[in-house]
């Protein structure tokens, strides 16, 4: 088992990853400091994992809320469920709540976390490979809007995040590899060492060699930890985070988030990032194709889905959460490994790179 610490001064916690960290009662129960404990959980992973949690609460008041599956219930609505449940049981500001879940569980219910009796404490429980190397991490929380994805939301840090390799046995291939696609971010963005590894490597990985799934995660938490330690609430440095993001979004956006999954979407906009810096002369070509090949062995999408414009791509990214006084900002990179943010590249290399991933 390995326990990272995110250091934030008094909101810093840790990060227990390996395998059966979330069979350690002892070590779960240090952590839920409360008498009143309300876990939030879907239908398919309340079927999975929710036992296993129940049994390290014997001497809690504790209670289930179980949701239905999928990005849609990532909602207003929902959160609405969750504080009518805590206001009709009475919970108090001392009260913990429990995300047991995906990025969808762990988002939610860090936003319902954070707004109770403005913030109350939760544990991250992440249970997809996603979860477990960037949304459950961070403290960024929140809902959808039906105007646009993540829209309302909060940063709110867990007080402890239990990413356990076990439970990835049960998770899909797609949503693994979907998950990679945020492994292999870290690698592109501040760790070479990492990236080479993984191209080394990635087929164990997709075979869920144990020890090979505990490194990945405790190397992207490592990175992941040190830039929010660095610029928590992203006025800097957290921000080459979204490598990629500004192209995905704009491919689920024209999607309407059914196509691909989010981390699919995230592989390709990487690879679309690096193919831009190409053409502004930042990175030699192989580089590029270095991005192609691990993605394609790692079955991602190297190409935007079919039903998708080149009038829809450049609409969407306009309305990016990255666009400042209507200049739109991007991720490029000066090497694998060493990225940064700007917004000096020209509209015309823009279109070439999605015109390029378009045909
Ligand atoms: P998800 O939560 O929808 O989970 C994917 C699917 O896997 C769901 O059907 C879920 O029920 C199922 N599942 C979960 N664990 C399982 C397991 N162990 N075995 C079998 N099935 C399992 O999706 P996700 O990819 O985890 O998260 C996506 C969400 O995360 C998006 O809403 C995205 O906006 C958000 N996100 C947030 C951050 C952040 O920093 N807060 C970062 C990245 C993504
Ligand atoms: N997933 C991007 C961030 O946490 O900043």
Same mark, same amino acid.
């Given at each position: 088992?390995?326990?990272? @610490?995110?250091?934030?001064?008094?909101?810093?916690?840790?990060?227990?990853?390996?395998?059966?960290?979330?069979?350690?009662?002892?070590?779960?129960?240090?952590?839920?400091?409360?008498?009143?404990?309300?876990?939030?959980?879907?239908?398919?992973?309340? %079927?999975?994992?929710?036992?296993?949690?129940?049994?390290?609460?014997?001497?809690?008041?504790?209670?289930?809320?179980?949701?239905?599956?999928?990005?849609? /219930?990532?909602?207003?609505?929902?959160?609405?469920?969750?504080?009518?449940?805590?206001?009709?049981?009475?919970?108090?500001?001392?009260?913990?709540?429990?995300?047991?879940?995906?990025?969808?569980?762990?988002?939610?219910?860090?936003? %319902?976390?954070?707004?109770?009796?403005?913030?109350?404490?939760?544990?991250? *429980?992440?249970?997809?490979?996603?979860?477990?190397?960037?949304?459950?991490?961070?403290?960024?929380? %929140?809902?959808?809007?039906?105007?646009?994805?993540?829209?309302?939301?909060?940063?709110?840090?867990?007080?402890?995040?239990?990413?356990?390799?076990?439970?990835?046995?049960?998770?899909?291939?797609?949503?693994?590899?979907?998950?990679? %696609? @945020?492994?292999?971010?870290?690698?592109?963005? &501040?760790?070479?060492?990492?990236?080479?590894?993984? @191209?080394?490597?990635?087929?164990? *990985?997709?075979?869920?060699?144990?020890?090979?799934? @505990?490194?990945?995660?405790?190397?992207?938490?490592?990175?992941?930890?040190?830039?929010?330690?660095?610029?928590?609430?992203?006025?800097?440095?957290?921000?080459?985070?979204?490598?990629?993001?500004?192209?995905?979004?704009?491919?689920?956006?024209?999607?309407?988030?059914?196509?691909?999954?989010?981390?699919?979407?995230?592989?390709?906009?990487?690879?679309?990032?690096?193919?831009?810096?190409?053409?502004?002369?930042?990175?030699?070509?192989?580089?590029?194709?270095?991005?192609?090949?691990?993605?394609? &062995?790692?079955?991602?999408?190297?190409?935007?889905?079919?039903?998708?414009?080149?009038?829809?791509?450049?609409?969407?990214?306009?309305?990016?959460?990255?666009?400042?006084?209507?200049?739109? /900002?991007?991720?490029?990179?000066?090497?694998?490994?060493?990225?940064?943010?700007?917004?000096?590249?020209?509209?015309?290399?823009?279109?070439?790179?999605?015109?390029?991933?378009?045909?």
């Amino acid at each position: 088992m390995k326990a990272i @610490e995110v250091d934030l001064a008094e909101r810093s916690y840790p990060i227990y990853i390996g395998k059966s960290v979330l069979s350690d009662k002892a070590l779960f129960e240090q952590h839920v400091t409360s008498n009143q404990v309300l876990i939030v959980t879907n239908e398919t992973v309340a %079927a999975l994992y929710l036992s296993q949690i129940e049994s390290h609460l014997s001497n809690v008041n504790y209670e289930a809320l179980i949701l239905p599956d999928g990005e849609t /219930y990532k909602s207003l609505d929902s959160f609405n469920q969750i504080i009518s449940r805590l206001m009709e049981k009475k919970y108090s500001r001392t009260c913990i709540l429990i995300a047991l879940g995906g990025g969808v569980i762990g988002d939610l219910t860090g936003f %319902a976390a954070a707004c109770y009796q403005r913030g109350v404490k939760f544990i991250q *429980v992440p249970t997809t490979l996603l979860a477990q190397v960037d949304s459950s991490v961070g403290g960024k929380t %929140a809902v959808n809007h039906p105007l646009g994805k993540n829209m309302i939301g909060a940063f709110h840090q867990p007080v402890a995040v239990f990413a356990d390799t076990e439970v990835l046995s049960t998770l899909p291939d797609r949503e693994l590899s979907a998950g990679l %696609a @945020e492994v292999i971010k870290y690698g592109i963005i &501040r760790d070479i060492e990492f990236y080479d590894w993984l @191209e080394e490597n990635i087929e164990l *990985v997709r075979k869920r060699d144990d020890d090979a799934l @505990e490194y990945i995660i405790n190397r992207s938490c490592v990175n992941k930890a040190e830039v929010v330690a660095e610029d928590e609430r992203e006025s800097g440095i957290r921000a080459i985070l979204n490598l990629g993001h500004t192209f995905g979004h704009a491919i689920e956006t024209a999607l309407s988030y059914k196509e691909w999954l989010h981390g699919e979407a995230v592989g390709c906009g990487m690879l679309m990032a690096a193919d831009l810096s190409m053409r502004l002369g930042l990175i030699e070509e192989a580089k590029v194709d270095r991005i192609r090949s691990l993605l394609e &062995r790692t079955n991602l999408p190297t190409q935007i889905h079919k039903d998708v414009s080149l009038e829809q791509m450049l609409e969407n990214m306009k309305v990016d959460k990255k666009s400042r006084d209507g200049v739109l /900002y991007l991720i490029l990179l000066n090497d694998i490994g060493n990225v940064f943010v700007t917004s000096d590249y020209t509209e015309q290399a823009l279109k070439e790179t999605i015109n390029h991933f378009l045909s």
